[in-house]
């Protein structure tokens, strides 16, 4: 997928607009170029840790958590991030909370300090009753399991 900037810059204005509909569109377009083309995102990432991240609809929610581990973060930007995937664990929407345990796990896997987080939501997922997210949690976990559960990396 070929997407021109000035059409990106266009689509994170639409990220903003009043209708509710249009701006989550609007992040669903740019997540989707974000998984091709990062670097056209970028410039636009702090719509996703903006008033985004606590949006009422959880469509828009959903949006934000799986494109943060898509971007290029500061030391501080990615202490907001990670701070909107550990509340959207307990979002009460299911594709909300499952996707942002699999956001947390891809930092986790550069960053060993989030493993425990990881880990404790993991067991929190397998016992919710949800097949949903206990599914979410067996991927995680097998994607995270060359990773031992102390390490210093």
């Known amino acids: 997928m070929s997407v021109q900037p000035k059409r990106v810059q266009e689509l994170a204005e639409l990220a903003t607009d009043s209708d509710w509909l249009v701006s ?12 091709d083309q990062a670097e056209l995102v970028q410039p636009h990432k ?9 949006s009422d609809k959880w ?4 949006q934000v958590v799986r494109a943060l581990p898509l971007l290029k973060w500061t030391l501080r ?5 990670v701070a909107i ?6 979002y009460p929407q299911t594709f909300v909370r499952a996707w942002a345990l699999d956001s947390l ?18 067991g929190d997922f397998e016992r919710s009753g949800s097949k949903a997210l206990a ?5 995680v976990r097998a994607r995270l399991a060359s990773i031992p559960p102390r390490s210093s990396r």
């Open 24 to 35: 989550m569109r609007a992040f669903d377009l740019l997540e989707k170029i974000a998984h």
């Open 135 to 139: 599914a979410r949690a067996r991927q």
């Open 85 to 90: 995937l550990r509340e959207n664990l307990d």
């Open 105 to 122: 796990a891809t930092f986790a896997e550069r960053d060993a300090r989030l493993l425990p987080i990881v880990r404790a939501a993991l």
């Open 46 to 54: 702090r719509l996703f840790i903006g008033a985004a991240a606590e």
């Open 77 to 81: 930007e990615r202490a907001r991030v």
């Open 59 to 62: 469509e828009v929610r959903l």
